[in-house]
């Protein structure tokens, strides 16, 4: 799954949410992904991917909602512009 921070933005695979909405987008994602794979092991793995001038308290909100949604393998992806 992947998360983007663009501009003070968030976007959960392509679609723009709020910090507020992070948890759900990703719950969502999750439950598409089990419907698909039934019976298998969800993954847990999100991409967050944001330049380096993003606020780490931003950053942060989206660490802690991908955790709070069950996402237990976050990689970073930094774009350096």
């Not at 298998?40 to 991908?66: H, N, W």
Request: glycine share 4%; aromatic share 8%.
């Amino acid at each position: 799954t992947l998360v983007k921070i663009e501009n003070e933005k968030i976007y959960v695979e392509d679609k723009e949410v709020t910090v507020q909405a992070v948890v759900q987008a990703l719950l969502d994602v999750r439950k598409k992904w089990m419907d698909l794979h039934a019976g298998e092991e969800f993954p847990g793995i999100v991409t967050i991917q944001a330049d380096r001038r993003i606020k780490f308290e931003q950053l942060s909100q989206v660490i802690q909602a991908s955790s709070h949604a069950g996402y237990s393998d976050i990689k970073f992806a930094v774009i350096a512009k």
